[in-house]
Every structure is written in C-alpha cells, then in structure tokens.
C-alpha cells in the first residue's frame, strides 16, 4: 500500500495498515503550525505513516508502539522516506518518560470488543480495546498533560462508539480545551460487521445502523 505523494509504505501483517482514521487524523495533522522547532509525538504508530507525515512538514518526530513489528516496520519506512523519526518501543509514553511534546498524536486501538482481556499478540491488538472501546483512548488522554508542553496539542481519533463525549469530559477534567473539529461516517469495516449483534445487544447500535462515524479530538493544554 502506498499513500499519495510519498514513497510506498510496508505494512507487513499484523502492523496497522493506514485506513480511514488515519487519514481523518492526517488532514488534521497538516492543519497544526509545524516547522522545525516542533516536537512531534506519535502514540501508537503503526506502520508509521503519520510519523512520516509530520517528519515531512519538518517536525522533529518520535514514534512510539508497544509491538516490535510495528516500531521495526516505522524505521524501515522512514529509511525507504528518508524521513528522520526517532522510534521507541514503549507502552504509549513510558517510552518517553520525562520528555515533553509540542504535538502529541494518536490512532490507539478503539474498537469495543466482547472479550475483556486485550490480545497480546494476536492483530486484533491493533484496534480491540475492551468491552467499551475506551483501555487505551483513556489513557492517551491521562497521559497526554505529563507528555506535553504548556500550550501543547492533542489531536486523537477513535470511534464515536467508544463515547465522543466521555472523551471531550475527560480530557477537560485533565485541564485541556478539547473539541471535535473533524468527522467521518464510513460503512462498517469487516471487524465491526462480525460484531454487529453484540454490539446492539449492547445498546451501541440500532437494527438498521452499518456506518461508523469518527471523530478527532483537537484538545489544547492549558
């Protein structure tokens, strides 16, 4: 797969391959003021394509994700870019404890699944987060205050199913100015198709919904 005006992009299985949600965040990533003073942090990367991105608008980046293969498939991408992205194995900012951020961004796993306990090694750790969607969005936005600096900025995604307005309420709880400023309906994908009757079962769809909105989060630290 390869994304519009750049070099192709490896996404070997089992890395997070770009889909809709990234490009909603890309098209918010590029609206922030980013030169090459900004300290860029990416949660959660993946393939890396976001990492890239704000490497490409001449941020100085570090790329973050739990999973080997993931942070492996960002350096090789950078090399293939020639992009310079500084990439930590971490669990979201552990990886950069003591270190602080003009931007933070994140694609975490959002996904509501029927299976309390997070996959570890299966892909479904890309996106399953627990019976309400919320294991890692939750922790971005606790995180988030002790990763950036003052006036820093949050830009998050994840599924309108996992609760827009528990995210925007925890975010000013923690002393942001947060808001929608992007969303996106999209057909179900294959994940949320299987899971279409346990999710009406458990109120977060009607008989007649199969589109998906998402949302990103802009949240300002104060």
Do not use: K
């Amino acid at each position: 797969m390869g994304t519009p005006g750049h070099s192709p992009l490896l996404t070997p299985p089992g890395v997070y391959a770009p889909q809709d949600d990234t490009e909603l965040l890309m098209r918010a990533l590029v609206r922030e003021r980013v030169d090459p003073s900004t300290h860029v942090l990416d949660l959660g990367t993946g393939s890396g394509v976001l990492a890239l991105r704000a490497a490409g608008l001449g941020a100085r980046v570090t790329a973050v994700d739990i999973a080997w293969r993931a942070v492996l498939t960002t350096r090789l991408n950078a090399l293939i870019a020639h992009r310079r992205v500084t990439v930590r194995r971490g669990d979201l900012t552990a990886a950069v404890r003591g270190r602080t951020y003009d931007l933070v961004i994140s694609n975490p796993p959002y996904v509501p699944s029927p299976h309390a306990r997070l996959p570890r090694h299966s892909p479904a750790r890309a996106w399953d987060a627990g019976p309400d969607g919320r294991a890692f969005v939750d922790r971005v936005c606790d995180e988030a205050p002790t990763a950036l600096r003052t006036g820093g900025v949050l830009l998050l995604v994840h599924s309108a199913l996992c609760g827009t307005p528990a995210t925007l309420r925890r975010l000013a709880d923690a002393g942001f100015d947060a808001s929608v400023t992007d969303r996106a309906v999209i057909p179900f994908g294959p994940v949320l198709s299987t899971r279409r009757g346990w999710l009406r079962h458990r109120g977060l769809l009607t008989d007649d919904d199969n589109r998906e909105e998402l949302v990103v989060i802009r949240a300002q630290h104060a």
